[in-house]
Nanobody, 118 residues
Framework: QAQFVESGGGLVQPGGSLKLSCQGS????????MSWYRQAPEKEREWVAT??????????KYADSVKGRFTISRDNTKNTMYLQMNALKPEDTALYLC?????????WGQGTQVTVSS
């Protein structure tokens, strides 16, 4: 059984928006610093954004490539983390995954595919 379940991906036109969800299983995600990662075909997995654990402040971090366009957030009542993606570009096309920061390699889920194309 996977510890994380990603959802919300799909096909969207350039300039469009999409909101991804990451739900924890068997634990409370607010107790950990959490991140979104992505991996495109033929490329290495890259870090996208991080949200600190509850009580460690409100400072979020973003990769330069998505700064100003993506927003990471968390709903503790639903035990779910989100990634709001705006002004999407074809370069954002990838499989998006969530995990701890630093990641726990035993907890990778299936990810959710985001494809940006006209």
């Amino acid at each position: 059984q996977a510890q994380f379940v990603e959802s919300g991906g799909g096909l969207v036109q350039p300039g469009g928006s999409l909101k991804l969800s990451c739900q924890g299983s068997g634990f409370t995600i607010s107790r950990y610093a959490m991140s979104w990662y992505r991996q495109a075909p033929e490329k290495e997995r890259e870090w996208v954004a991080t949200i600190p654990r509850l009580g460690d402040g409100d400072t979020t971090k973003y990769a330069d490539s998505v700064k100003g366009r993506f927003t990471i957030s968390r709903d503790n009542t639903k035990n779910t983390m989100y990634l709001q993606m705006n002004a999407l570009k074809p370069e954002d096309t990838a499989l998006y995954l969530c995990n701890l920061n630093p990641p726990s390699h035993a907890r990778w889920g299936q990810g959710t595919q985001v494809t940006v194309s006209s």
